[in-house]
């Protein structure tokens, strides 16, 4: 059984680009999760998505974020006109309802 | 929403030594699990918490949750190199998202 799969696992893009993060979850997990972690820095909660829904996106900025995960396919995270800022390990986890997460490997997002 | 505080945020401690990390909150919790992270990896679930007083053992690793499910700690006898990481709590809401401690960082001198 495959774990979460992310890519890519490195992303290097300029400033103005956009960059999209993939997520594959856990067979069978119906809940994904993204976080974004800065160097020497905890986990910060950005959006919650169910299959075609957005649970809880309390933690993605205002502007320039979105996420999605549709009925096919992967999840995705798509940042518009990266800024220096966004540069910081994305990582996504899925899990069935109210359990324990599984996280990808994270993408590395560096922006020059 | 309520954050859990996670002291200390680093330890150093020679191969052999135990070590202790503790995470608080000011508002009662559902449940809390425990998560790894290895330099340069991604997290890693060690344990769910639930019942008030709980206590639960992965060989050299014990976890607590306190009586009145506001604090938990993560203690690790005699450590290893290969205990190196960060160890992060959470906390699940009331949306059924987890929000992480900031995490304690262990560094362990062979």
């Known amino acids: 059984n495959a774990g979460v799969m992310q890519n890519p696992r490195h992303l290097v893009r300029r400033r103005g680009q956009e960059a999209r993060l993939r997520c594959s979850p856990m067979?069978?997990?119906?809940?994904v999760y993204w976080y974004r972690q800065l160097p020497e820095e905890g986990l910060k909660f950005m959006v919650y998505?169910?299959?075609?829904?957005?649970?809880?996106e309390s933690g993605m900025p205002k502007e320039r974020f979105s996420a999605e995960f549709p009925k096919e396919g992967p999840s995705i995270l798509r940042i518009q006109q990266v800024v220096r800022g966004d540069s910081a390990a994305y990582f996504c986890?899925?899990?069935?309802?109210?359990?324990?997460?599984?996280f990808g490997n994270g993408t590395r997002l560096t922006v020059t | 929403g309520q954050q859990v505080m996670q002291i200390p945020q680093y330890q150093h401690v020679q191969e052999g030594e135990d070590f202790t990390t503790y995470c608080n909150s000011s508002?009662?919790?559902?449940?809390i699990q425990w998560y790894k992270q290895r330099p340069g990896g991604h997290p890693v679930f060690l344990i769910q918490?639930?019942?008030?007083?709980e206590v639960k053992k992965q060989k050299r690793l014990t976890f607590q949750f306190g009586e009145a499910k506001k604090n938990s700690s993560l203690h690790i006898t005699a450590t290893q190199t290969t205990d190196v990481g960060t160890y992060f709590c959470?906390?699940?809401?009331?949306?059924?998202?987890?929000?992480f401690g900031s995490g304690t960082r262990l560094l362990v001198r062979p």
């Open positions: 998505l169910q299959k075609e829904n957005i649970i809880d």
């Open positions: 508002t009662t919790l559902s449940n």
């Open positions: 986890a899925s899990s069935p309802p109210q359990s324990p997460l599984h």
């Open positions: 959470s906390r699940m809401d009331s949306s059924y998202k987890l929000i």
């Open positions: 918490l639930v019942k008030s007083g």
């Open positions: 067979k069978g997990h119906s809940h």
